[in-house]
């Protein structure tokens, strides 16, 4: 009996602030990020859920005016000795659990072998149509016999950079990288402090599968991986700034600024 070739899964944890707007959904095309890798943008990517973190309580205003943030172990033990602070963790980590379970025996069930996912599919007929593309190529070198010696040698450069490329593509496309997103309303503090923890949860990376589709003994290769999409909004000492703040916020801080300018000028028009 065969042995069989394991699942290759990148979990990928999304912290995000919901202020910016929600992290995408399931359905949404997958979209590299602005410096966002092409590990981390590959096109097997299934997006579960987005999990909201807005429960936990805020650290103290002192550490954000600071600029500390999730990343910063000062803050992050402030977010864990906030009361009910473990019953919200607890609830987050069980739901990212069952959200990757669920998804895996998605996987094993839909496409065993293979990404499982449309992108996949498409996939594989990308690499059919770049092997008939290299044989006419190749027919057509052995067909023309006044190229000379240097753009020979140019081109068999070109041909192994090219082969290199490919080689890379191909080996990210064996991965499926499955995206959970966790929002506070920055996504600079709490999402980020969450997110780091889940990073050094070993239940993540042992979950065990059950009897599915008679693929039960089939390896998964685990890898669980962060992006912190908001971290770098604002600067320091945002947490006092309105010109920092997310957009609804803003708003909220701009009409006040104009009701406040308007005070002494009732009879201006623009007021």
């Known amino acids: 009996m065969e042995k069989e070739e394991p699942l290759r899964v990148r979990l990928e944890l999304v912290s995000f602030g919901w202020g910016y707007g929600p992290e995408r959904r399931e359905g949404q095309p997958q979209k ?13 990517t299934l997006w579960a859920a987005a999990l909201n973190l807005r429960k936990f309580a805020n650290p103290p205003v002192s550490m954000r005016r600071r600029g500390l943030t999730g990343l910063d172990s000062e803050l992050q033990a402030a ?3 906030a009361p009910k602070a473990e019953l919200h963790y607890a609830k ?10 669920e998804r895996l025996r998605a996987l094993l069930v839909k ?35 006044e190229d000379s010696d240097d753009e020979d040698s140019d081109d068999e450069s070109e041909e192994e950079e090219e082969d290199n490329a490919e080689g890379e593509e191909d ?49 998964v290769e685990l890898e669980v991986v ?25 708003r909220r801080a701009e009409a006040r600024q104009r009701k406040r300018g308007c005070a002494g000028h009732a009879g201006d028009e623009d007021c």
């Not at 602005?34 to 981390?40: A, P, V």
């Not at 690499?127 to 052995?142: G, I, P």
């Open 171 to 219: 080996e990210e496309e064996d991965v499926v990288v499955i995206a959970i997103g966790l929002g506070c309303e920055k996504g600079k503090h709490r999402s980020v402090a969450v997110v780091e923890r889940l990073l050094r949860e070993e239940c993540l990376r042992t979950i065990t599968i059950a009897d599915v589709g008679g693929h039960a003994g089939r390896p």
């Open 32 to 44: 590299k990020n602005r410096g966002e890798s092409k590990k981390t943008a590959s096109r097997g």
């Open 226 to 250: 962060a992006r912190h999409r908001d971290i770098k909004r604002g600067g320091r000492g945002d947490a006092a700034s309105d010109d920092n703040r997310p957009f609804k916020g803003r």
């Open 111 to 145: 496409a065993p072998g293979k990404l499982g996912t449309q992108e996949a599919e498409d996939g594989e007929g990308e690499d059919d149509s770049d092997e008939k593309n290299e044989d006419d190529s190749d027919e057509e070198e052995d067909s023309d016999d």
């Open 79 to 81: 977010v864990w000795a």
């Open 92 to 101: 987050v980590r069980a739901d990212v659990v069952a959200l990757l379970t």
